[in-house]
């Protein structure tokens, strides 16, 4: 981890990816969901 600013800095952005993507994911699914039962 040598010229880290941050120790362990990627670990923390790499976490923040993974749970970005799980909103990203269940936004895709509410809109799957809304287009076919048509909720508001």
Do not use: C, W
Request: hydrophobic share 40%.
């Amino acid at each position: 981890m040598k010229g880290d600013v941050i120790p362990g800095h990627e670990d923390v952005v790499g976490s923040i990816d993974k749970q970005l993507a799980k909103v990203a994911f269940a936004e895709e699914k509410m809109a799957t969901i809304r287009r076919h039962y048509g909720m508001n």
